[in-house]
């Protein structure tokens, strides 16, 4: 796998101008240092060592007392005998020992992978085969659902448990208690397990270890939206040039602002945007063990985050339900939240000026993909509106729209086509997958690494993008291109729809036709039919955007990160099943 090359932006391109947005305060191109993620934390634990870094049910952890785990950690691998290269799965929620764990490794040259809590066990089995982790860390409550099932065909070299209480500053007669009234969850774990807090118990001592920024620190699951997850392998150099970037991007950020945490950590996005560049920059990550309670959630925000300067990352779906809440008005969010960036998905208007009046914080879209360590592109903080784009490429980054279909044409502002980027965060490739590797990173004349996006939008005069849906996910109806997002946007103006997702499904006479599935508002249920809104559909959209087959549904599924799950939707449909059964 090739290490990233690339050049400085030429700063006369257009969305660098501030007639695009681009803020006075963020520089167009950065010199980014040659260090490691450990020698980040080091850095900033020097200078920020008596600090809040993290919060965790009600407990705060402080720079100095992170890296001293860090090391102490990092010792203890070490004498298990890990070495650079080796990989370790850490199958945890959002916590401090997730924080101590991923920089303990990377201090070691070991590579993270993290696996999302939530997977069935023959997805956590795949990951491990993909990756091929032989330690594992992992929350005990979590072993006997998840682990034991698949115990037999694990290759696991050392297991580690933990217990989501074990760092909390509590009295250690409330953590028993806690755990026997069963508020905090535990569960039987293998008998050979290690204990992570004996293991912190180690005295640190110099370590013969040379990391280089270049090496491997993470292999993180893409998506699986063009089929089975992958693993992108993302350098040091990858993840922490991202830190920088978003540091640089949301120029309001100074040291001991609050990064609100829901969007979990091993997900590229929270490890980015909550790990990565609140450690860089000096200020603190509230961390919560899974997404709570709208209510809970605004309290916390209330009552420990600073004034002025909280931040918050997350899905278009957690700033919708904050707008919604009927309660968000007894609670000062005004006076905390500054600015909030939306991702994993488009960014309606409606729910970014319905958010904005109650909260006073500013909402930008961001855009992003794990290949790209992830963040590509956000929304400026600044006076220039660019809802509805994912606004303008971080400092240190290009992008271009090319021909779709061949890769190599760069397409006139205003016409369609994939969308490529380059610059520092591309990541090296996908893990033991050579020919998905060159389909997606491609060396272009310019001698540089792109990347193929697999998203399709336009790019306007002033070099900021639109996109309309995944180039994998376009719809061919009698020959006729139809985008998902385009159709969903459209149904989304029936005052009765809640939310839709649409997808392709085979059909005999048109190649492929449109699938919508639907959530009606309560008080539209039973108010309207399927025929009705096909019809209503055929008057409001030309013939051929208009759904063939439309469903109603509860709920919408959606990953943990609020990105809407098309395929499990068209993969569980009879007419889907149907075609591939016969294949």
Not at 318 to 343: N, W
Not at 487 to 499: K, N, P, R, S
Not at 503 to 530: F, H, N, Q, S, Y
């Amino acid at each position: 796998m090739a290490n990233q090359n690339f050049t400085r932006v030429d700063e006369s391109k257009p969305w660098l101008q501030a007639a695009a947005g681009w803020p006075d305060k963020v520089p167009k191109n950065i010199d980014f240092p040659r260090i490691t993620l450990y020698e980040m934390l080091a850095a900033s634990a020097a200078k920020y060592s008596d600090c809040k870094a993290a919060w965790f049910l009600d407990s705060f952890m402080t720079y100095g007392e992170i890296l001293g785990h860090v090391d102490a950690f990092a010792q203890s691998l070490r004498k298990l005998g890990l070495r650079k290269g080796d990989v370790v799965a850490l199958i945890l929620p959002s916590c401090f020992q997730y924080v101590i764990a991923y920089y303990a490794c990377a201090k070691l040259g070991v590579i993270v992978t993290g696996i999302n809590p939530t997977y069935k066990p023959g997805e956590i089995l795949h990951q491990l085969n993909i990756t091929g982790a032989r330690t594992l860390i992992f929350l005990d409550a979590l072993y006997e659902p998840l682990l034991k099932p698949i115990e037999q065909d694990l290759h696991i070299h050392h297991w580690i448990k933990t217990n989501v209480a074990d760092l909390l500053k509590l009295a250690d007669w409330k953590k028993w208690m806690a755990k026997k009234l069963k508020k905090i969850p535990t569960g039987p774990v293998p008998s050979e397990s290690l204990c992570f807090l004996d293991l912190l118990k180690a005295k640190p001592e110099p370590l013969r270890v040379t990391v280089a920024p270049d090496d491997v620190a993470t292999y993180i699951m893409t998506g699986g939206t063009t089929g089975v997850p992958k693993a992108a392998v993302l350098s040091h150099y990858n993840c922490l040039c991202n830190a920088i970037q978003v540091g640089a991007w949301m120029w309001t950020m100074v040291p001991g602002a609050c990064m609100v945490g829901i969007l979990p950590l091993f997900h590229s996005f929270g490890m980015t945007a909550i790990m990565n560049t609140v450690l860089y920059c000096g200020m603190w990550m509230m961390l919560f063990p899974r997404p709570p309670e709208t209510e809970v959630l605004v309290k916390t925000i209330c009552e420990i985050a600073p004034d002025d300067q909280t931040y918050f990352p997350g899905a278009e779906v957690m700033f919708q339900r904050i707008a919604d809440f009927p309660d968000v008005g007894k609670y000062t969010l005004s006076k905390k939240l500054y600015g909030c960036i939306s991702g994993a998905g488009p960014l309606h208007r409606n729910v970014k000026e319905r958010f904005e009046k109650l909260t006073g914080a500013r909402l930008i879209e961001g855009y992003g993909l794990s290949e790209a360590s992830p963040v590509v592109s956000g929304g400026p903080i600044s006076d220039v509106d660019t809802t509805g784009t994912i606004g303008l490429a971080l400092p240190g980054l290009q992008w271009k729209i090319v021909d779709m279909f061949t890769g190599d044409r760069e397409m006139p502002v205003g016409e369609s086509g994939e969308l490529i980027m380059t610059g520092p965060t591309v990541m090296q490739g996908y893990l033991n997958n050579p020919a998905e590797t060159a389909d997606t990173v491609r060396v272009r004349e310019d001698g540089l690494r792109w990347l193929y996006t697999g998203d399709i939008g336009f790019m306007d005069a002033h070099g900021r993008v639109t996109l309309n849906d995944r180039k994998k996910q376009l719809i061919k109806v009698k020959g006729y291109s139809v985008f998902p997002t385009e159709v969903e946007q459209l149904m989304g103006a029936h005052e009765g729809i809640l939310e839709v997702a649409v997808a392709g499904l085979p059909d005999p006479e048109t190649g492929e036709a449109i699938k919508a599935w639907v959530v009606l508002k309560d008080e539209w249920a039973g108010k309207v039919t399927v025929e009705e809104l096909k019809a209503w559909c055929k008057a409001n959209m030309t013939h051929y955007k208009a759904p063939k087959h439309v469903e109603f549904i509860k709920e919408i599924p959606k990953t943990l990160v609020g990105k809407v799950m098309r395929r499990e939707l068209q993969e569980n449909d009879p007419l889907y099943k149907a075609k591939h059964a016969k294949a």
